[in-house]
């Protein structure tokens, strides 16, 4: 497996709850998730942050917050010493006892579970009334959705029958149940998985073979390896004859619901299209 499990995807999405809280001066606030973290980023409100997951360190603009470890272990302790007045995280088993133990000192805690495109973006109006950037999250929203309809409109020919794989031992590809799915039908392509209701499947090779894509698309290449990703995705899918084309995009590209919807969907469209 190279990277981040399609557990550790999914712990990206995002969904809703409650509002009112402390001002946006008064903020302290821990992201326990790399796409939350990237949103409010991108609503300007990362001076707010103290405290990050592991992964969300990653990140340009996160600098030195104070790390509290994996998706699915943070360091409660080390919460607790940050004094956060609002916590932002995914709704997860893995996670529901850290986040009632954080609720039971008295800390907000704000949940996201999303899937579905339309999910995604409500949330990020969601995020900006919690941080105090509530008009920024609005047309946050309204541009992805304004330029993922224009796309879908100069879009050209006939959709390309595709799959996503998101992991390749075991297999895991992108269903229709993840927002990436719609992703695929705006960029102009027409996912072969898009029947089953699981945001990330897994599948075998044969079923792949079976629903015969056009173009396979891998996503398990992290950055740090793109330089030779194509030749090596090629290389490692031309072992079996039913693959007839193969185009790559760095991972998390696709599959993480930030604030760059839209031009992933741009990348996409550029592979499907090449």
Known sequence: MRGL???????????????????????????????????????????????????????????????LGGLFAPDLERTIELRPNLVLAVESAQQESFLSQLRARGVRVETFAGHTLDEVLVSFERVGELVGRAKRGRSLALDVRTALDTLRRERAGAPVSMAVVVELEPLYVVGGGSFVNELVTAAGGANVFGDLEQPYPRVSLEVL????????????FDETRMATAQDDARAYWSRFSWVRRVEVLPQGILTLPGPDLAEAALLLHERISP
Request: proline content about 7%.
């Open 5 to 67: 499990s399609p557990l550790a995807l999914l712990v990206w999405l995002l969904g809703c709850g409650p509002s009112a809280g402390p001002s946006a001066d008064e903020l302290r606030v821990i992201s326990l998730s790399p796409a939350l973290t990237r949103i409010v980023l991108a609503l300007d409100a990362g001076e707010s942050i103290v405290g990050v997951d592991r992964y969300s360190q990653r990140l340009e603009g996160v600098g030195d917050r104070a790390s």
């Open 209 to 220: 073979a079976e629903r015969a894509p056009e173009l396979l698309l891998d996503t398990t």
